[in-house]
Protein backbone atom coordinates (compact mmCIF):
# COMPACT_ATOMS: atom_id res chain seq x y z
CA UNK A 1 0.00 0.00 0.00
CA UNK A 2 0.74 3.32 -0.32
CA UNK A 3 2.31 5.90 2.39
CA UNK A 4 3.58 9.23 2.69
CA UNK A 5 6.00 10.57 4.95
CA UNK A 6 7.34 13.92 6.34
CA UNK A 7 9.35 15.09 8.86
CA UNK A 8 9.84 16.76 10.64
CA UNK A 9 6.97 16.84 12.71
CA UNK A 10 7.44 20.13 14.43
CA UNK A 11 9.95 22.50 14.27
CA UNK A 12 10.61 25.76 15.65
CA UNK A 13 12.96 28.03 13.50
CA UNK A 14 14.41 31.37 14.19
CA UNK A 15 13.98 34.20 11.73
CA UNK A 16 16.74 34.74 8.92
CA UNK A 17 17.24 30.68 9.61
CA UNK A 18 17.28 28.01 6.52
CA UNK A 19 14.73 25.74 6.20
CA UNK A 20 14.47 21.99 4.71
CA UNK A 21 11.63 19.90 5.12
CA UNK A 22 11.46 16.27 3.19
CA UNK A 23 8.55 14.59 1.70
CA UNK A 24 8.78 10.92 1.16
CA UNK A 25 6.62 8.65 -0.90
CA UNK A 26 6.12 4.67 -0.61
CA UNK A 27 4.24 2.07 -2.99
CA UNK A 28 4.00 4.04 -5.89
CA UNK A 29 5.98 5.50 -9.12
CA UNK A 30 5.71 8.70 -10.75
CA UNK A 31 3.39 10.47 -8.92
CA UNK A 32 2.20 14.18 -9.34
CA UNK A 33 4.20 15.35 -5.80
CA UNK A 34 2.61 18.67 -3.98
CA UNK A 35 3.49 20.97 -1.73
CA UNK A 36 0.61 23.11 0.42
CA UNK A 37 0.99 25.55 3.59
CA UNK A 38 -2.08 25.93 5.66
CA UNK A 39 -2.10 29.12 8.01
CA UNK A 40 -3.73 28.81 11.31
CA UNK A 41 -7.86 28.49 10.85
CA UNK A 42 -7.37 29.24 7.39
CA UNK A 43 -7.59 26.51 3.82
CA UNK A 44 -4.53 25.44 1.64
CA UNK A 45 -2.63 26.95 -0.28
CA UNK A 46 -0.61 25.30 -2.85
CA UNK A 47 2.93 26.08 -3.24
CA UNK A 48 4.56 23.99 -5.69
CA UNK A 49 3.67 20.72 -7.39
CA UNK A 50 5.78 18.37 -9.85
CA UNK A 51 5.28 16.10 -12.27
CA UNK A 52 8.18 14.25 -12.30
CA UNK A 53 12.12 14.29 -11.44
CA UNK A 54 13.48 17.60 -11.59
CA UNK A 55 10.53 19.43 -12.76
CA UNK A 56 9.03 22.13 -10.40
CA UNK A 57 6.23 24.63 -10.60
CA UNK A 58 5.36 27.13 -8.49
CA UNK A 59 2.39 28.25 -7.74
CA UNK A 60 2.75 31.32 -5.60
CA UNK A 61 6.37 33.36 -5.82
CA UNK A 62 8.21 33.77 -2.74
CA UNK A 63 10.38 32.86 0.27
CA UNK A 64 10.21 28.99 -0.92
CA UNK A 65 11.85 26.96 -3.54
CA UNK A 66 10.98 22.96 -3.81
CA UNK A 67 13.35 19.93 -5.25
CA UNK A 68 12.42 16.95 -6.43
CA UNK A 69 15.98 14.99 -6.48
CA UNK A 70 14.30 11.47 -6.78
CA UNK A 71 11.11 10.18 -8.02
CA UNK A 72 9.56 9.65 -4.54
CA UNK A 73 11.39 12.83 -2.98
CA UNK A 74 9.56 16.18 -2.46
CA UNK A 75 11.96 18.88 -0.03
CA UNK A 76 11.03 22.52 0.40
CA UNK A 77 13.50 25.05 1.41
CA UNK A 78 14.19 28.33 2.10
CA UNK A 79 17.59 30.20 2.51
CA UNK A 80 16.34 32.35 4.78
CA UNK A 81 12.77 32.28 6.90
CA UNK A 82 10.53 34.67 7.70
CA UNK A 83 7.64 35.39 10.14
CA UNK A 84 5.42 35.09 7.71
CA UNK A 85 6.46 31.52 6.90
CA UNK A 86 4.93 29.96 9.69
CA UNK A 87 2.36 27.40 9.25
CA UNK A 88 1.27 23.92 8.58
CA UNK A 89 3.04 22.54 5.34
CA UNK A 90 1.94 19.37 3.79
CA UNK A 91 2.69 17.30 1.04
CA UNK A 92 0.49 15.05 -0.87
CA UNK A 93 0.43 12.80 -3.82
CA UNK A 94 -1.66 11.75 -6.65
CA UNK A 95 -1.31 8.41 -8.19
CA UNK A 96 -1.93 7.47 -11.66
CA UNK A 97 -4.82 5.21 -11.50
CA UNK A 98 -6.92 7.74 -9.15
CA UNK A 99 -5.67 11.76 -10.52
CA UNK A 100 -9.03 12.96 -8.67
CA UNK A 101 -7.58 11.96 -5.01
CA UNK A 102 -4.86 13.69 -3.14
CA UNK A 103 -2.99 12.23 -0.42
CA UNK A 104 -1.39 14.34 2.07
CA UNK A 105 1.25 13.45 4.47
CA UNK A 106 0.98 13.91 8.14
CA UNK A 107 2.45 17.52 7.81
CA UNK A 108 4.94 19.54 9.56
CA UNK A 109 3.93 22.45 11.91
CA UNK A 110 6.82 25.24 11.40
CA UNK A 111 7.19 28.26 13.88
CA UNK A 112 9.02 31.18 12.94
CA UNK A 113 10.11 33.35 16.03
CA UNK B 1 -9.40 34.83 -10.86
CA UNK B 2 -10.27 31.82 -9.01
CA UNK B 3 -12.16 31.12 -5.66
CA UNK B 4 -14.45 29.25 -2.95
CA UNK B 5 -16.65 30.16 -0.97
CA UNK B 6 -18.34 28.61 2.27
CA UNK B 7 -19.30 29.00 5.09
CA UNK B 8 -16.85 29.24 8.02
CA UNK B 9 -18.62 27.66 10.72
CA UNK B 10 -21.78 25.58 10.86
CA UNK B 11 -23.58 23.98 14.63
CA UNK B 12 -25.19 21.25 14.75
CA UNK B 13 -26.61 18.12 16.92
CA UNK B 14 -25.77 14.65 17.31
CA UNK B 15 -28.46 13.06 14.62
CA UNK B 16 -29.12 15.50 12.54
CA UNK B 17 -28.23 16.13 9.10
CA UNK B 18 -25.95 19.17 7.76
CA UNK B 19 -25.57 20.53 4.85
CA UNK B 20 -22.04 22.60 3.47
CA UNK B 21 -22.29 24.45 0.33
CA UNK B 22 -19.47 25.47 -1.93
CA UNK B 23 -19.97 27.85 -5.18
CA UNK B 24 -16.93 28.41 -6.95
CA UNK B 25 -15.24 30.83 -10.12
CA UNK B 26 -12.19 29.53 -11.54
CA UNK B 27 -11.00 29.35 -15.17
CA UNK B 28 -11.28 25.32 -16.46
CA UNK B 29 -13.43 23.06 -14.38
CA UNK B 30 -12.94 19.19 -14.25
CA UNK B 31 -14.60 18.60 -10.87
CA UNK B 32 -15.32 19.31 -6.87
CA UNK B 33 -13.81 17.20 -3.93
CA UNK B 34 -14.68 17.25 -0.92
CA UNK B 35 -11.80 16.53 2.27
CA UNK B 36 -12.29 16.45 6.05
CA UNK B 37 -9.49 17.71 8.25
CA UNK B 38 -9.68 16.94 12.15
CA UNK B 39 -7.79 19.52 14.39
CA UNK B 40 -4.07 19.09 14.12
CA UNK B 41 -4.59 16.63 11.74
CA UNK B 42 -4.05 16.23 7.51
CA UNK B 43 -7.24 16.42 5.11
CA UNK B 44 -8.17 12.93 4.05
CA UNK B 45 -10.61 12.72 0.98
CA UNK B 46 -14.15 12.16 1.27
CA UNK B 47 -15.74 12.74 -2.54
CA UNK B 48 -15.18 13.92 -5.78
CA UNK B 49 -18.03 15.57 -8.78
CA UNK B 50 -16.94 15.51 -11.82
CA UNK B 51 -20.69 15.30 -13.37
CA UNK B 52 -24.05 17.01 -12.03
CA UNK B 53 -25.84 14.81 -9.69
CA UNK B 54 -25.49 13.52 -5.85
CA UNK B 55 -22.93 10.37 -5.08
CA UNK B 56 -23.66 8.83 -1.89
CA UNK B 57 -20.70 7.30 0.01
CA UNK B 58 -22.63 5.94 3.21
CA UNK B 59 -23.23 8.95 5.39
CA UNK B 60 -21.98 11.42 3.31
CA UNK B 61 -23.09 12.49 -0.44
CA UNK B 62 -21.76 14.94 -2.07
CA UNK B 63 -23.99 17.44 -5.10
CA UNK B 64 -22.60 19.24 -7.88
CA UNK B 65 -24.34 22.04 -10.53
CA UNK B 66 -22.01 22.65 -12.47
CA UNK B 67 -24.53 25.00 -14.49
CA UNK B 68 -24.63 27.17 -11.46
CA UNK B 69 -20.95 26.66 -10.06
CA UNK B 70 -22.42 24.94 -6.82
CA UNK B 71 -22.07 21.96 -5.17
CA UNK B 72 -22.74 20.98 -1.30
CA UNK B 73 -21.65 18.08 1.03
CA UNK B 74 -24.47 16.51 3.21
CA UNK B 75 -23.46 14.73 6.59
CA UNK B 76 -26.58 12.22 7.91
CA UNK B 77 -26.58 10.72 10.88
CA UNK B 78 -24.36 13.21 12.65
CA UNK B 79 -21.68 11.73 15.44
CA UNK B 80 -19.16 13.85 17.63
CA UNK B 81 -16.13 12.62 15.48
CA UNK B 82 -17.68 14.14 12.20
CA UNK B 83 -16.27 17.61 14.20
CA UNK B 84 -13.67 18.50 12.24
CA UNK B 85 -13.08 21.31 9.24
CA UNK B 86 -14.59 20.38 5.89
CA UNK B 87 -12.74 21.59 2.76
CA UNK B 88 -14.33 22.30 -1.16
CA UNK B 89 -11.64 21.98 -3.22
CA UNK B 90 -12.28 22.84 -7.19
CA UNK B 91 -9.54 20.73 -9.97
CA UNK B 92 -9.28 23.21 -12.65
CA UNK B 93 -6.74 25.84 -14.07
CA UNK B 94 -4.84 25.49 -16.71
CA UNK B 95 -2.89 22.39 -15.12
CA UNK B 96 -5.64 20.43 -13.21
CA UNK B 97 -4.50 21.12 -9.59
CA UNK B 98 -6.93 21.89 -6.45
CA UNK B 99 -7.83 25.18 -5.70
CA UNK B 100 -9.01 24.99 -1.65
CA UNK B 101 -11.76 26.93 -0.26
CA UNK B 102 -11.19 28.30 3.53
CA UNK B 103 -12.90 25.68 4.99
CA UNK B 104 -16.05 25.52 7.42
CA UNK B 105 -15.70 24.33 10.66
CA UNK B 106 -18.61 21.96 11.55
CA UNK B 107 -18.84 21.24 15.41
CA UNK B 108 -21.12 18.41 16.44
CA UNK B 109 -22.66 18.87 20.09
CA UNK B 110 -24.37 15.89 22.11
Not at chain 1, 89 to 96: D, E, M, P, Q
Not at chain 2, 48 to 71: I, P
Request: net charge neutral.
Amino acid sequence: SQTIHQWPATLVQPVGSPLSLECTVEGTSNPNLYWYRQAAGRGLQLLFYSVGIGQISSEVPQNLSASRPQDRQFILSSKKLLLSDSGFYLCAWVGTLSYNEQFFGPGTRLTVL
Amino acid sequence: GQSLEQPSEVTAVEGAIVQINCTYQTSGFYGLSWYQQHDGGAPTFLSYNALDGLEETGRFSSFLSRSDSYGYLLLQELQMKDSASYFCAVKGGSQGNLIFGKGTKLSVKP
